[in-house]
């Protein structure tokens, strides 16, 4: 009997060997695989529109890109490349809103490419200008919130219409640039007005 469950535990000692094996084993397997990896979040999406080092080198930066980019004539076409060039190609536009009076919230979701077929429409429409008046900044060691308050002023045939927006901005600090990941925005309510 003593012999069997000698070798129960040897058996057992046996299995627990193997099993530290692999775990030490594995730093090695993983080493390995990072070796391979990319060096950049750039490098991951190669074919990816180029930013300018000027627009992303600062969360103020960024967030003047952007608002940049979707100022202007309406006869004027915007630069989508930059504005694809701020983002991650599978970042995200959440606009929050509410449809017929009724007081739930209904997000609209858009990728980058959507977003940008959206906006081309609706900024052939009027002339517009869009500026950011306020930006409150969070930043972990990748991770940034910025909060922006916006306005917005479309010039329509009877003078200027004019808005403000709230937008959360979450971006991520590369080591060489700033990436737009999401940006969900909701109209400041009772701001939308004719001047």
Not at 13 to 24: D, I, K, Q, S, Y
Not at 63 to 75: E, H, P, R
Not at 108 to 119: G, K, N, T
């Amino acid at each position: 009997m003593a012999t069997r469950t000698g070798r129960i535990h040897g058996f057992v000692m046996a299995l627990v060997t193997l099993a530290l094996f692999a775990c030490c084993a594995a730093p090695s397997v993983a080493q390995t695989a990072h070796s391979s990896t990319p060096a950049s979040i750039s490098s991951l999406w190669p074919t990816w529109s180029k930013a300018r080092p000027d627009d992303v080198q600062s969360v103020q930066s960024i967030i003047n890109a952007y608002f940049d980019v979707l100022s202007g004539s309406a006869t004027t076409e915007r630069d989508w490349d930059r504005f694809k060039s701020l983002s991650l190609p599978d970042g995200r536009f959440v606009s929050l809103k509410t449809w017929n009076n009724d007081p739930h919230l209904i997000p609209d979701i858009a990728s980058v490419q959507q977003m940008v077929e959206r906006l081309r429409i609706n900024l052939r429409k009027a002339d517009s200008e869009e500026r950011p008046i306020d930006i409150q900044v969070t930043t972990s060691r990748s991770l940034v919130h910025a909060f922006v308050t916006s306005e917005t002023h479309v010039h329509v045939s009877n003078g200027v219409r004019s808005a403000r927006f709230v937008e959360s901005f979450e971006l991520v600090k590369d080591a060489d640039r700033y990436w737009i990941v999401e940006i969900s925005s909701e109209m400041i309510p009772d701001s939308y007005r004719s001047q």
